[in-house]
């Protein structure tokens, strides 16, 4: 799934087309980066800063 930060704007909810997994991650409490930092090595690209 990709997001647009830049045109899509900040919801209260995910989207409805969101699955469980998608639903999960959007809406965990704390930090992302914590969370993503527990699976291991991970790598983030940022491909647009608004």
Do not use: I, K, N
């Not at 997001?3 to 965990?28: N, S, V």
Request: glycine share 12%.
């Amino acid at each position: 799934m990709r997001f647009d930060g830049a045109r899509a704007g900040w919801r209260e909810t995910p989207r409805p087309g969101c699955t469980l997994d998608q639903r999960d991650w959007l809406t965990r409490g704390g930090s992302l980066t914590a969370h993503l930092a527990r699976l291991g090595s991970v790598s983030v690209r940022v491909t647009r800063e608004a």
